[in-house]
């Protein structure tokens, strides 16, 4: 009987054992299947999580191209059709380039080579871009400038000018120039005083790769709005010097002045071109 007893025992241990393994096979399962349930869960959330900022960097995109169109709506009747609007895009991504580029611009200005280098090669599917270079020019720098650009607009000294001259001869580019003058008193600001551009326009005039076409003022910060404009006034009148000397090459059709704050006093005093930042793209975004 005894031994009836033990044999009977095995078999309910043997019983549970096999239960208690089946059950803990099917917790097993079960955790296996609420752990996939959450893997599936938490890609679903990315998913969700990337398609929710691609939507917003598409409306961030939609709102910066309203934003600058509704903008440039309120400049352009301030802007007569004989003065060409310049887009200043320095430390702004190509996607704000873009935007404008919508909006009707084709002008656009930088003052950083390897900056703009990098845009350009991202914007390159928009072919009738017109880049305008307006910073202080390196001369590690300057070969680039001339490959990269369109329009040179700071073309500070005679020595710099004839560096240019020769990457562009060597280049085989012949690029669009304007001569940076210093009109007024400005520790911040390089560019030819009068009298050392008058004494230089005769080897201005034998630099055949150039394109020199006329003359970028910048206005000293801080002047009354009277002031300003008697800056500019003097970049039309040393313009009108420089015509009176005859050169053969060298050409004074384009006045390269005013940017956001003080473009209207610009145009008043002759300008042909203005340089837009702030009050197209609003605050620089570093």
């Known amino acids: 009987m005894a031994a009836e007893q033990t ?43 990337a398609d929710a900022m691609t939507a917003d960097a598409m ?29 200043v895009t320095k430390t702004f991504p190509s996607e704000i380039v873009r935007a404008a580029y919508a909006a009707g611009i084709r002008d656009f200005a930088e003052n950083k080579v390897q900056e703009s280098v990098e845009k350009q090669a991202q914007l390159a599917d928009l072919t009738d871009v017109v880049w305008h270079f307006i910073g202080h020019i390196q001369s590690n720098k300057s070969r680039k400038v001339v490959e990269h650009f369109d329009w040179i607009h700071s073309v500070d000294s005679l020595k710099l000018a004839a560096r240019l001259d020769r990457h562009a001869a060597e280049l085989g580019k012949q690029p669009t120039c304007c001569l940076q003058v210093k009109l007024a008193i400005d520790p911040t600001k390089d560019g030819f005083e009068r009298a050392d551009l008058l ?19 910048i206005a000293p910060y801080g002047l009354s709005p009277a002031a300003t404009q008697k800056v500019f006034e003097r970049g039309q009148d040393l313009a009108t010097e420089i015509k009176a000397l005859t050169p053969n090459r060298l050409r004074m059709d384009e006045l390269s002045m005013g940017m956001s704050g003080d473009f209207e006093w610009a145009i008043a005093a002759g300008a042909t071109m203005i340089r837009l930042g702030s009050s197209l793209f609003g605050a620089r975004q570093r």
């Open 199 to 217: 004494a230089a326009v005769p080897e201005l005039d034998q630099l055949m790769h150039l394109n020199i076409v006329g003359l970028m003022v």
């Open 7 to 49: 044999g009977a025992d095995n078999k309910l241990q043997k019983h549970s054992f096999d239960t208690m393994t089946a059950d803990a096979a099917d917790a097993m399962t079960a955790d296996a299947m609420t752990a996939d349930a959450m893997t599936a869960d938490a890609m679903t959330a990315d998913a969700m999580t």
């Open 59 to 87: 409306t961030a995109d939609a709102m910066t191209a309203d934003a600058i169109a509704s903008r440039l709506s309120t400049i352009r009747p301030r802007v007569p059709s004989s003065v060409k609007l310049i887009a």
